[in-house]
Protein backbone atom coordinates (compact mmCIF):
# COMPACT_ATOMS: atom_id res chain seq x y z
CA UNK A 1 0.00 0.00 0.00
CA UNK A 2 1.15 3.61 -0.44
CA UNK A 3 -1.06 5.27 1.23
CA UNK A 4 1.75 6.40 3.58
CA UNK A 5 3.58 7.74 0.85
CA UNK A 6 1.93 10.83 0.70
CA UNK A 7 1.44 13.78 2.93
CA UNK A 8 -2.25 12.87 4.09
CA UNK A 9 -4.77 15.41 4.07
CA UNK A 10 -6.89 16.95 7.35
CA UNK A 11 -9.60 14.29 7.26
CA UNK A 12 -7.11 11.93 7.01
CA UNK A 13 -4.86 12.69 10.08
CA UNK A 14 -7.72 13.18 11.95
CA UNK A 15 -8.78 9.40 11.09
CA UNK A 16 -5.59 8.24 12.12
CA UNK A 17 -5.49 10.18 14.99
CA UNK A 18 -9.01 8.51 16.33
CA UNK A 19 -7.72 5.02 14.52
CA UNK A 20 -4.36 5.49 16.77
CA UNK A 21 -7.00 6.38 20.23
CA UNK A 22 -9.20 3.18 20.12
CA UNK A 23 -5.92 0.99 19.32
CA UNK A 24 -4.38 2.68 22.93
CA UNK A 25 -7.50 2.46 24.66
CA UNK A 26 -9.75 -0.31 23.43
CA UNK A 27 -13.50 0.88 24.94
CA UNK A 28 -15.38 -0.97 22.53
CA UNK A 29 -17.31 -3.82 23.53
CA UNK A 30 -16.20 -7.59 23.78
CA UNK A 31 -18.25 -10.39 22.83
CA UNK A 32 -18.52 -12.98 25.61
CA UNK A 33 -15.58 -15.25 25.80
CA UNK A 34 -13.29 -12.88 24.21
CA UNK A 35 -10.61 -10.29 25.89
CA UNK A 36 -9.16 -7.38 24.03
CA UNK A 37 -5.41 -8.33 23.36
CA UNK A 38 -2.96 -7.45 25.37
CA UNK A 39 -1.41 -3.81 25.35
CA UNK A 40 1.86 -2.30 27.20
CA UNK A 41 -0.11 -0.26 29.74
CA UNK A 42 1.92 1.61 31.83
CA UNK A 43 1.33 1.21 35.50
CA UNK A 44 -0.03 3.71 38.14
CA UNK A 45 3.26 5.54 39.23
CA UNK A 46 2.49 4.24 43.11
CA UNK A 47 2.74 0.76 41.78
CA UNK A 48 6.10 1.47 39.70
CA UNK A 49 7.66 3.03 42.78
CA UNK A 50 6.85 0.17 44.82
CA UNK A 51 7.94 -2.53 42.08
CA UNK A 52 11.69 -0.82 42.41
CA UNK A 53 11.66 -0.61 45.88
CA UNK A 54 11.08 -3.82 45.91
CA UNK A 55 13.51 -5.10 43.51
CA UNK A 56 11.26 -6.58 41.43
CA UNK A 57 11.36 -6.59 37.48
CA UNK A 58 8.25 -4.78 36.07
CA UNK A 59 8.87 -7.71 33.81
CA UNK A 60 8.46 -10.47 36.17
CA UNK A 61 4.93 -8.79 37.35
CA UNK A 62 1.40 -9.52 35.33
CA UNK A 63 -1.52 -7.14 36.10
CA UNK A 64 -5.02 -6.93 34.94
CA UNK A 65 -7.74 -4.89 36.22
CA UNK A 66 -11.37 -3.97 35.02
CA UNK A 67 -14.48 -2.67 36.39
CA UNK A 68 -17.16 -5.73 36.51
CA UNK A 69 -19.54 -3.27 34.76
CA UNK A 70 -16.83 -2.06 32.01
CA UNK A 71 -16.86 -2.47 28.29
CA UNK A 72 -12.60 -3.55 28.83
CA UNK A 73 -10.78 -3.74 31.14
CA UNK A 74 -8.66 -0.62 32.59
CA UNK A 75 -5.25 -1.49 32.95
CA UNK A 76 -3.16 -4.47 31.27
CA UNK A 77 0.44 -5.50 32.24
CA UNK A 78 1.99 -8.12 31.32
CA UNK A 79 -1.41 -9.69 31.05
CA UNK A 80 -1.06 -12.49 27.86
CA UNK A 81 2.02 -13.82 29.35
CA UNK A 82 1.32 -17.15 30.65
CA UNK A 83 2.58 -17.66 34.63
CA UNK A 84 2.29 -19.91 37.51
CA UNK A 85 -0.87 -18.57 39.68
CA UNK A 86 0.09 -21.00 42.62
CA UNK A 87 -2.95 -21.25 44.77
CA UNK A 88 -4.69 -18.70 42.66
CA UNK A 89 -5.56 -21.90 40.52
CA UNK A 90 -8.74 -22.65 43.20
CA UNK A 91 -9.94 -20.01 41.62
CA UNK A 92 -10.74 -21.84 37.97
CA UNK A 93 -11.36 -24.96 39.92
CA UNK A 94 -13.51 -23.96 42.45
CA UNK A 95 -16.00 -21.92 40.03
CA UNK A 96 -16.06 -24.63 37.83
CA UNK A 97 -17.10 -27.23 40.74
CA UNK A 98 -20.00 -24.54 41.30
CA UNK A 99 -20.69 -24.25 37.42
CA UNK A 100 -21.11 -27.40 36.99
CA UNK A 101 -22.04 -29.01 40.67
CA UNK A 102 -24.34 -26.75 42.06
CA UNK A 103 -23.98 -25.06 45.26
CA UNK A 104 -26.05 -27.83 47.05
CA UNK A 105 -23.84 -30.87 45.55
CA UNK A 106 -22.72 -33.28 48.29
CA UNK A 107 -20.92 -36.36 48.72
CA UNK A 108 -21.73 -39.29 49.89
CA UNK A 109 -19.75 -41.90 52.49
CA UNK A 110 -21.65 -45.43 52.86
CA UNK A 111 -20.68 -47.76 55.73
CA UNK A 112 -21.53 -51.29 54.38
CA UNK A 113 -21.15 -54.83 55.87
CA UNK A 114 -20.83 -58.52 54.70
CA UNK A 115 -24.02 -59.60 57.02
CA UNK A 116 -26.67 -57.35 58.54
CA UNK A 117 -25.99 -57.14 62.03
CA UNK A 118 -27.14 -59.31 64.90
CA UNK A 119 -27.62 -58.96 68.88
CA UNK A 120 -24.63 -55.71 68.47
CA UNK A 121 -22.34 -57.75 66.48
CA UNK A 122 -21.49 -57.61 62.80
CA UNK A 123 -20.31 -61.06 61.49
CA UNK A 124 -17.83 -59.94 58.66
CA UNK A 125 -16.23 -57.08 57.23
CA UNK A 126 -17.19 -53.64 57.77
CA UNK A 127 -16.76 -51.72 54.13
CA UNK A 128 -15.83 -47.74 54.48
CA UNK A 129 -16.95 -46.75 50.65
CA UNK A 130 -15.57 -43.80 49.62
CA UNK A 131 -17.02 -41.09 46.68
CA UNK A 132 -14.07 -38.68 47.62
CA UNK A 133 -15.81 -36.21 50.67
CA UNK A 134 -12.96 -33.64 51.54
CA UNK A 135 -14.84 -32.85 54.55
CA UNK A 136 -15.36 -36.14 56.85
CA UNK A 137 -13.34 -34.52 59.51
CA UNK A 138 -12.36 -36.00 63.00
CA UNK A 139 -15.80 -34.75 64.28
CA UNK A 140 -17.24 -35.84 61.26
CA UNK A 141 -16.08 -39.02 61.11
CA UNK A 142 -16.70 -39.84 64.83
CA UNK A 143 -20.25 -39.28 64.28
CA UNK A 144 -20.45 -41.45 61.92
CA UNK A 145 -19.21 -44.20 63.99
CA UNK A 146 -21.40 -43.23 67.10
CA UNK A 147 -24.31 -43.60 64.18
CA UNK A 148 -22.82 -46.92 63.63
CA UNK A 149 -23.22 -47.74 67.21
CA UNK A 150 -26.76 -46.65 67.53
CA UNK A 151 -28.91 -46.39 64.57
CA UNK A 152 -27.55 -49.75 63.13
CA UNK A 153 -26.48 -50.99 66.41
CA UNK A 154 -23.30 -52.57 66.09
CA UNK A 155 -21.17 -53.18 68.76
CA UNK A 156 -18.72 -55.11 68.09
CA UNK A 157 -17.08 -56.39 64.42
CA UNK A 158 -16.01 -59.39 63.65
CA UNK A 159 -14.26 -58.76 60.40
CA UNK A 160 -11.77 -56.23 59.22
CA UNK A 161 -12.43 -52.15 58.01
CA UNK A 162 -12.09 -52.16 54.40
CA UNK A 163 -11.61 -48.81 52.73
CA UNK A 164 -12.77 -49.11 49.67
CA UNK A 165 -11.17 -46.06 47.51
CA UNK A 166 -12.26 -47.45 43.66
CA UNK A 167 -13.73 -43.54 43.01
CA UNK A 168 -10.25 -42.41 42.24
CA UNK A 169 -7.72 -43.83 40.17
CA UNK A 170 -4.79 -42.05 40.48
CA UNK A 171 -1.16 -42.25 39.55
CA UNK A 172 1.62 -43.22 42.47
CA UNK A 173 2.24 -40.42 44.64
CA UNK A 174 5.46 -38.81 46.75
CA UNK A 175 4.47 -36.37 49.00
CA UNK A 176 8.04 -35.82 48.96
CA UNK A 177 8.30 -34.81 45.24
CA UNK A 178 7.17 -30.99 45.57
CA UNK A 179 9.53 -29.24 48.22
CA UNK A 180 11.12 -32.46 49.85
CA UNK A 181 8.80 -31.82 52.67
CA UNK A 182 6.99 -34.88 52.88
CA UNK A 183 5.32 -34.54 56.33
CA UNK A 184 3.31 -30.88 55.43
CA UNK A 185 -0.12 -31.45 55.51
CA UNK A 186 -0.42 -29.54 52.57
CA UNK A 187 1.47 -32.08 50.52
CA UNK A 188 -1.39 -34.69 51.73
CA UNK A 189 -2.68 -36.20 47.42
CA UNK A 190 -6.64 -36.95 47.17
CA UNK A 191 -7.73 -40.15 48.71
CA UNK A 192 -11.61 -41.04 47.75
CA UNK A 193 -11.92 -42.42 51.37
CA UNK A 194 -10.15 -39.59 52.70
CA UNK A 195 -10.57 -39.26 56.53
CA UNK A 196 -9.57 -35.77 58.35
CA UNK A 197 -7.44 -34.82 55.51
CA UNK A 198 -4.67 -37.54 56.59
CA UNK A 199 -3.53 -35.52 59.07
CA UNK A 200 -2.34 -35.13 62.93
CA UNK A 201 -3.09 -31.62 64.39
CA UNK A 202 -0.78 -30.29 67.18
CA UNK A 203 -1.27 -27.21 69.49
CA UNK A 204 2.17 -25.45 70.66
CA UNK A 205 1.58 -23.85 74.50
CA UNK A 206 3.94 -21.71 75.64
CA UNK A 207 4.07 -20.85 79.59
CA UNK A 208 5.14 -17.29 80.19
CA UNK A 209 5.88 -17.89 83.74
CA UNK A 210 7.45 -21.29 83.47
CA UNK A 211 9.81 -20.31 80.09
CA UNK A 212 8.49 -24.04 78.78
CA UNK A 213 6.82 -25.20 75.58
CA UNK A 214 4.18 -27.84 75.92
CA UNK A 215 2.74 -30.12 72.91
CA UNK A 216 -0.79 -30.89 72.98
CA UNK A 217 -1.89 -33.92 70.31
CA UNK A 218 -5.26 -33.09 69.29
CA UNK A 219 -5.47 -35.69 66.98
CA UNK A 220 -5.85 -39.69 68.70
CA UNK A 221 -3.29 -41.66 66.67
CA UNK A 222 -2.93 -45.46 68.04
CA UNK A 223 0.69 -46.87 68.04
CA UNK A 224 2.20 -43.70 66.55
CA UNK A 225 5.37 -42.50 69.45
CA UNK A 226 5.52 -38.53 69.69
CA UNK A 227 8.52 -37.25 71.39
CA UNK A 228 8.53 -33.64 71.43
CA UNK A 229 11.77 -31.60 72.73
CA UNK A 230 11.23 -28.14 72.07
CA UNK A 231 12.97 -25.13 73.00
CA UNK A 232 11.22 -21.90 74.25
CA UNK A 233 12.68 -19.20 72.25
CA UNK A 234 13.09 -15.14 72.93
CA UNK A 235 12.88 -12.59 70.02
CA UNK A 236 9.74 -12.36 67.47
CA UNK A 237 7.64 -14.62 66.32
CA UNK A 238 8.30 -14.57 63.10
CA UNK A 239 8.03 -17.79 60.53
CA UNK A 240 8.18 -20.15 63.84
CA UNK A 241 7.36 -22.80 62.02
CA UNK A 242 10.75 -22.71 60.65
CA UNK A 243 12.17 -23.03 63.50
CA UNK A 244 10.76 -26.07 64.95
CA UNK A 245 12.49 -29.72 63.46
CA UNK A 246 10.05 -32.57 62.64
CA UNK A 247 11.55 -36.08 61.82
CA UNK A 248 9.72 -39.19 61.51
CA UNK A 249 10.76 -42.61 61.66
CA UNK A 250 8.23 -44.85 59.74
CA UNK A 251 9.67 -48.65 60.56
CA UNK A 252 9.22 -47.09 64.51
CA UNK A 253 6.22 -44.80 63.77
CA UNK A 254 7.90 -42.37 66.06
CA UNK A 255 7.83 -38.88 65.81
CA UNK A 256 10.31 -36.51 67.19
CA UNK A 257 9.61 -32.37 67.36
CA UNK A 258 12.21 -30.46 68.05
CA UNK A 259 13.84 -27.23 67.95
CA UNK A 260 12.75 -23.67 68.94
CA UNK A 261 9.29 -22.10 69.51
CA UNK A 262 9.01 -18.00 70.21
CA UNK A 263 7.18 -17.77 73.72
CA UNK A 264 5.95 -14.48 72.70
CA UNK A 265 3.73 -16.26 69.62
CA UNK A 266 1.32 -17.49 71.84
CA UNK A 267 -0.77 -20.76 70.85
CA UNK A 268 0.01 -22.13 67.49
CA UNK A 269 -1.54 -24.87 65.63
CA UNK A 270 0.65 -27.49 63.93
CA UNK A 271 -0.33 -29.74 61.19
CA UNK A 272 1.64 -32.81 60.22
CA UNK A 273 0.73 -35.98 57.93
CA UNK A 274 3.19 -38.41 58.42
CA UNK A 275 0.67 -41.69 57.74
CA UNK A 276 -1.27 -42.20 54.59
CA UNK A 277 -4.20 -44.36 53.88
CA UNK A 278 -4.79 -47.31 55.73
CA UNK A 279 -2.24 -46.81 58.21
CA UNK A 280 -3.51 -43.47 59.34
CA UNK A 281 -7.33 -44.50 59.24
CA UNK A 282 -6.74 -47.80 61.78
CA UNK A 283 -4.63 -45.24 64.18
CA UNK A 284 -7.74 -43.19 64.42
CA UNK A 285 -10.55 -45.38 63.89
CA UNK A 286 -9.42 -47.88 67.20
CA UNK A 287 -9.21 -44.88 69.74
CA UNK A 288 -12.65 -43.68 68.84
CA UNK A 289 -14.22 -46.95 68.27
CA UNK A 290 -12.89 -47.80 71.42
CA UNK A 291 -14.45 -44.79 73.38
CA UNK A 292 -17.52 -45.19 71.49
CA UNK A 293 -17.97 -48.85 73.42
CA UNK A 294 -16.87 -50.49 70.56
CA UNK A 295 -14.70 -53.91 70.16
CA UNK A 296 -12.78 -54.52 67.02
CA UNK A 297 -9.51 -57.49 66.53
CA UNK A 298 -9.33 -57.19 62.87
CA UNK A 299 -7.09 -55.33 60.62
CA UNK A 300 -7.49 -52.23 58.26
CA UNK A 301 -7.00 -53.09 54.79
CA UNK A 302 -7.86 -51.32 51.65
CA UNK A 303 -10.23 -53.07 49.00
CA UNK A 304 -13.35 -53.79 47.38
CA UNK A 305 -16.87 -53.57 48.54
CA UNK A 306 -18.67 -56.59 47.91
CA UNK A 307 -21.80 -55.69 45.18
CA UNK A 308 -24.33 -57.87 47.38
CA UNK A 309 -22.96 -56.02 50.87
CA UNK A 310 -25.85 -54.86 53.61
CA UNK A 311 -26.00 -50.79 53.46
CA UNK A 312 -25.77 -49.85 57.19
CA UNK A 313 -25.44 -46.18 56.91
CA UNK A 314 -24.92 -43.31 54.47
CA UNK A 315 -23.03 -40.04 55.25
CA UNK A 316 -23.44 -36.84 53.25
CA UNK A 317 -20.94 -33.93 53.36
CA UNK A 318 -21.27 -30.53 53.77
CA UNK A 319 -22.98 -28.79 50.44
CA UNK A 320 -20.23 -28.04 47.75
CA UNK A 321 -20.60 -24.17 48.92
CA UNK A 322 -19.36 -24.69 52.25
CA UNK A 323 -16.51 -26.96 50.83
CA UNK A 324 -15.61 -24.02 47.96
CA UNK A 325 -15.56 -21.44 51.38
CA UNK A 326 -13.31 -23.41 53.40
CA UNK A 327 -10.96 -23.91 49.84
CA UNK A 328 -10.06 -20.85 49.16
CA UNK A 329 -10.85 -18.93 52.90
CA UNK A 330 -8.01 -21.34 54.31
CA UNK A 331 -6.43 -23.04 50.80
CA UNK A 332 -6.78 -26.20 51.10
CA UNK A 333 -5.04 -28.24 48.56
CA UNK A 334 -6.34 -31.28 49.36
CA UNK A 335 -9.73 -30.37 49.20
CA UNK A 336 -9.05 -28.79 45.76
CA UNK A 337 -8.09 -31.70 44.76
CA UNK A 338 -11.06 -33.22 45.43
CA UNK A 339 -13.17 -30.41 43.40
CA UNK A 340 -10.57 -30.68 40.57
CA UNK A 341 -11.79 -35.12 40.55
CA UNK A 342 -15.34 -34.19 41.01
CA UNK A 343 -15.28 -32.54 37.43
CA UNK A 344 -14.32 -35.85 36.11
CA UNK A 345 -17.05 -36.29 33.59
CA UNK A 346 -17.12 -40.66 34.58
CA UNK A 347 -19.52 -42.94 33.84
CA UNK A 348 -21.29 -44.41 36.87
CA UNK A 349 -18.89 -47.42 38.25
CA UNK A 350 -16.09 -46.02 36.82
CA UNK A 351 -13.18 -44.12 38.94
CA UNK A 352 -12.50 -40.14 38.22
CA UNK A 353 -8.92 -39.67 37.10
CA UNK A 354 -6.89 -36.64 36.30
CA UNK A 355 -6.91 -36.46 32.91
CA UNK A 356 -10.47 -36.76 33.25
CA UNK A 357 -10.42 -34.09 35.15
CA UNK A 358 -8.90 -31.26 33.13
CA UNK A 359 -11.15 -32.38 30.28
CA UNK A 360 -13.87 -31.88 32.67
CA UNK A 361 -12.59 -28.64 33.31
CA UNK A 362 -11.92 -27.40 30.06
CA UNK A 363 -15.54 -28.50 29.15
CA UNK A 364 -17.19 -26.12 31.73
CA UNK A 365 -15.37 -23.50 30.97
CA UNK A 366 -16.20 -23.52 27.15
CA UNK A 367 -19.96 -23.42 27.63
CA UNK A 368 -19.22 -20.68 29.71
CA UNK A 369 -17.15 -19.19 26.69
CA UNK A 370 -14.42 -19.10 28.04
CA UNK A 371 -10.81 -20.26 26.06
CA UNK A 372 -7.76 -20.16 27.86
CA UNK A 373 -5.21 -21.82 24.79
CA UNK A 374 -1.98 -21.45 27.41
CA UNK A 375 -4.00 -23.17 31.09
CA UNK A 376 -2.44 -25.68 32.26
CA UNK A 377 -3.46 -27.68 35.48
CA UNK A 378 -1.41 -30.30 37.29
CA UNK A 379 -4.22 -30.84 39.89
CA UNK A 380 -6.62 -28.20 40.34
CA UNK A 381 -4.81 -26.90 43.63
CA UNK A 382 -1.61 -24.78 42.12
CA UNK A 383 0.50 -26.54 44.36
CA UNK A 384 2.52 -27.41 40.86
CA UNK A 385 5.64 -26.13 39.19
CA UNK A 386 3.72 -26.76 36.19
CA UNK A 387 0.27 -24.73 36.57
CA UNK A 388 -0.02 -21.83 33.74
CA UNK A 389 -2.74 -19.18 33.13
CA UNK A 390 -2.27 -15.42 32.26
CA UNK A 391 -3.67 -12.76 34.18
CA UNK A 392 -6.16 -11.40 31.84
CA UNK A 393 -7.37 -15.19 31.47
CA UNK A 394 -8.13 -14.94 35.45
CA UNK A 395 -9.82 -11.71 34.98
CA UNK A 396 -11.99 -12.98 32.38
CA UNK A 397 -12.61 -15.80 34.69
CA UNK A 398 -13.54 -13.55 37.52
CA UNK A 399 -15.63 -11.19 35.22
CA UNK A 400 -18.08 -14.04 34.24
CA UNK A 401 -18.20 -15.62 37.62
CA UNK A 402 -19.65 -12.11 38.49
CA UNK A 403 -22.56 -12.41 36.26
CA UNK A 404 -23.30 -16.15 37.44
CA UNK A 405 -26.01 -17.22 39.78
CA UNK A 406 -23.32 -18.94 41.52
CA UNK A 407 -21.55 -15.53 42.55
CA UNK A 408 -22.62 -15.43 45.77
CA UNK A 409 -21.27 -18.53 46.90
CA UNK A 410 -17.89 -17.41 44.61
CA UNK A 411 -17.23 -14.26 45.90
CA UNK A 412 -17.85 -15.24 49.94
CA UNK A 413 -15.74 -17.79 49.58
CA UNK A 414 -12.77 -15.56 48.24
CA UNK A 415 -10.32 -14.48 52.13
CA UNK A 416 -11.34 -10.84 52.86
CA UNK A 417 -8.26 -8.55 53.29
CA UNK A 418 -7.73 -7.80 56.95
CA UNK A 419 -10.51 -9.98 58.56
CA UNK A 420 -10.37 -13.89 57.69
CA UNK A 421 -8.83 -16.20 56.04
CA UNK A 422 -5.19 -16.59 54.81
CA UNK A 423 -5.77 -12.16 54.39
CA UNK A 424 -6.64 -12.27 58.04
CA UNK A 425 -3.36 -10.35 59.08
CA UNK A 426 -2.67 -8.66 55.60
CA UNK A 427 -3.99 -5.45 54.21
CA UNK A 428 -5.61 -4.44 57.78
CA UNK A 429 -4.40 -0.73 57.65
CA UNK A 430 -5.15 0.39 54.17
CA UNK A 431 -8.02 1.25 52.36
CA UNK A 432 -8.81 -2.21 51.26
CA UNK A 433 -9.16 -3.61 54.44
CA UNK A 434 -13.00 -5.14 54.53
CA UNK A 435 -13.09 -3.94 51.03
CA UNK A 436 -11.15 -7.00 49.05
CA UNK A 437 -12.26 -10.33 48.17
CA UNK A 438 -9.11 -11.81 47.56
CA UNK A 439 -7.60 -15.61 47.12
CA UNK A 440 -3.63 -15.80 47.19
CA UNK A 441 -1.15 -18.30 46.06
CA UNK A 442 2.26 -18.75 47.16
CA UNK A 443 5.53 -21.20 46.80
CA UNK A 444 8.79 -20.86 46.01
CA UNK A 445 9.24 -17.85 43.36
CA UNK A 446 5.84 -17.15 42.87
CA UNK A 447 3.08 -14.82 44.38
CA UNK A 448 -0.12 -14.35 43.12
CA UNK A 449 -3.51 -12.41 43.79
CA UNK A 450 -6.93 -12.30 41.98
CA UNK A 451 -10.75 -11.46 43.62
CA UNK A 452 -12.77 -8.55 43.73
CA UNK A 453 -12.52 -4.86 45.12
CA UNK A 454 -14.77 -2.25 46.17
CA UNK A 455 -13.45 1.48 45.50
CA UNK A 456 -14.77 4.53 47.29
CA UNK A 457 -17.49 5.15 45.03
CA UNK A 458 -19.01 1.64 45.55
CA UNK A 459 -17.68 0.10 42.52
CA UNK A 460 -16.67 -3.17 42.30
CA UNK A 461 -13.33 -4.39 40.04
CA UNK A 462 -12.04 -7.27 39.30
CA UNK A 463 -8.53 -7.68 40.07
CA UNK A 464 -5.66 -9.94 39.13
CA UNK A 465 -1.65 -9.67 39.57
CA UNK A 466 0.82 -12.09 39.54
CA UNK A 467 4.66 -12.57 39.79
CA UNK A 468 7.37 -14.47 39.63
CA UNK A 469 10.86 -15.01 39.90
CA UNK A 470 13.63 -14.79 42.78
CA UNK A 471 12.02 -11.27 43.96
CA UNK A 472 7.93 -12.54 43.91
CA UNK A 473 8.04 -13.31 47.63
CA UNK A 474 8.53 -9.20 47.75
CA UNK A 475 5.55 -8.52 45.41
CA UNK A 476 3.31 -7.69 48.53
CA UNK A 477 4.22 -3.99 48.82
CA UNK A 478 3.72 -3.48 44.79
CA UNK A 479 -0.12 -5.12 45.46
CA UNK A 480 -0.54 -3.22 48.60
CA UNK A 481 -0.16 -0.14 46.11
CA UNK A 482 -1.94 -1.80 43.16
CA UNK A 483 -4.96 -2.37 45.86
CA UNK A 484 -4.83 1.47 47.15
CA UNK A 485 -4.68 2.58 43.94
CA UNK A 486 -7.93 1.07 42.34
CA UNK A 487 -9.65 1.40 46.46
CA UNK A 488 -9.59 5.09 45.58
CA UNK A 489 -11.16 5.05 42.04
CA UNK A 490 -14.35 7.20 42.14
CA UNK A 491 -16.68 7.18 39.02
CA UNK A 492 -16.26 8.66 35.61
CA UNK A 493 -18.46 12.42 35.54
CA UNK A 494 -20.98 12.02 32.76
CA UNK A 495 -20.72 14.60 30.20
CA UNK A 496 -23.51 16.77 30.28
CA UNK A 497 -25.78 15.49 26.88
CA UNK A 498 -25.68 18.19 23.90
CA UNK A 499 -28.54 20.36 23.25
CA UNK A 500 -29.29 20.11 19.56
CA UNK A 501 -29.14 23.55 17.31
CA UNK A 502 -32.79 24.74 16.60
CA UNK A 503 -33.30 26.18 12.68
Not at 383 to 390: E, F, H, M, V, Y
Request: aromatic content about 6%; charged content about 20%; hydrophobic content about 45%.
Amino acid sequence: MRIFHRSPSATGRLVLALWLTLLCNPLHTYAAGQMPPDTATVLPPEVTRALNAAGLPPGQFAVAVQAVDAAAPRLLHNAARPMNPASVMKLVTTYAALEKLGPAYTWKTELRGDNAPRDGRLEGNLYLVGSGDPALTLERFWLLLRQLRDRAEVRQIGGDLVADRRAYRLPPFDPAAFDNEPLRAYNVNADAALVNYTALRFTLVPDLAAGSVRLVQEVPQEGLAVNARIAPGAGECGDWREKLTVRFDPAGKRLDIGGTFPLVCGEKPLHLAPLAGDAYLAGLFRPLWRELGGQFAGQVREGPAPAGGVPLLRWESPSLAEIVRDTNKYSSNVMARHLFLALADTPAGEAATLAGARQGLRQVLAEKGLSFPELAVENGSGLSRDDRIAARSLLQLLLTAWKSPVMPEFVASLPLAGRDGTLKRRFGNGSSAGRAHLKTGSIEGVRAWAGYVTDAGGRRWALVALAGGPKAGAAWGPVEALLEWVASQSPTPQAAPSTPLSN
